[in-house]
């Protein structure tokens, strides 16, 4: 290919020699031969998936954040045992004060739910709920010495970053603005994850909580690339070769999908979620705030459509997931998503119900597009 020639992947051979050299240093830094991370899917996935991400070449990932101690032990046994590069993410926030007012006014708005389904609400005891990496978890966590850590909702104290740091992971963080990014750098992260919109699940935003200050993924992620010295990762809104393409030419050193995974036969996506996956044309995404007290990108059902997608009337992060409980489980075994996060990215078009394996090595050709290969 001559200099002026551009191949398929839309690059000038000059500039894909400059993406190639971007994606070489960080899948050099990660251990990894394709520069893709499959993005950590909270309540969808174990470490099957991850395992079968990480042995087609890229980065696997498991969410940690809603795993008990034993649970999430097991998870890392089968991920060391592996013997490959993998990522282990945790939440960052810090847990809202007992807000018994704002839980009352919540449950009242659910009454009418609950009547439907026979629900005495005086019977609801608390579930699964988000946990932030605390010194604790790090304690369970390090024996496992996890080769790379990523955090949501920006990064816990100083203290533990260093500690992770000591071990020899590699540390990640989303970023939703500039601000965040330059913010991520200075406290330490070796890369950052330019989260857009478009991304499906909780925002990772952490300076504010100002939903406009988010730009589109190709919106931001080429202020990112021109603000921090360290790597930078696409997310949001990529779920085929043709956004891989346009992100690197945009100047990521790799890509995170996580949508593009949620109908692989190795994520337990719920029938129900994997039913409306299926009809892009009959459904959409907005961000609510019902599921679980923070914002996020799902489908809209039912509850959302009802009640209102964003509503103050839900209780803080983490807490909100409590008094719905009982009615995703009542309708989930109807077959029916309306009162359960169905996370999702705003492009669910073309999702493709295969191994993850296979997915990923259909998305590699877009790597040797990129590099310039014919």
Known sequence: ??????????????????????????????????????????????????????????????????????????????????????????????????????ETRWRERLAPYYAEFGIDPATIQPGAVRQPFTEAIADLVEPFRPPVVSFHFGLPSPALVERVKRWGAVVLSSATTVDEARWLEAHGVDAVIAQGWEAGGHRGHFLSHDLTLQPGTMALLPQVVDAVKVPVIAAGGIVNAAGIRAALALGAHAVQLGTAFL??????TSQAHRQVLRQPDRHHTTLTNLMTGRPARGIVNRLMREVGALNDVAPEFPNASTALGPLRAKAEAAGSGDFSPLWSGQNFAGLREIGAAALVAELAWAFDRADGAE
Do not use: K, W
């Open 263 to 268: 109908m692989c036969d190795e994520a337990t």
């Open 1 to 102: 290919m001559t200099s002026d020639t551009r191949g398929a992947a839309g690059l000038s051979s000059s500039t894909a020699v400059a993406t190639s050299s971007r994606s070489a240093a960080l899948t050099s830094l990660l251990g990894i031969r394709l520069p893709l991370i499959q993005a950590p899917l909270a309540g969808v996935q174990g470490s099957r998936l991850a395992i079968e991400v990480s042995r087609a070449g890229g980065l696997g990932s498991l969410p940690a954040a809603l795993l008990n101690a034993e649970t999430l032990r097991s998870e890392l046994t089968a991920l060391r045992d592996m013997g490959l590069p993998y990522q282990v993410n945790f939440f960052a926030h810090t847990p809202p004060a007992p807000d018994d007012a704002r």
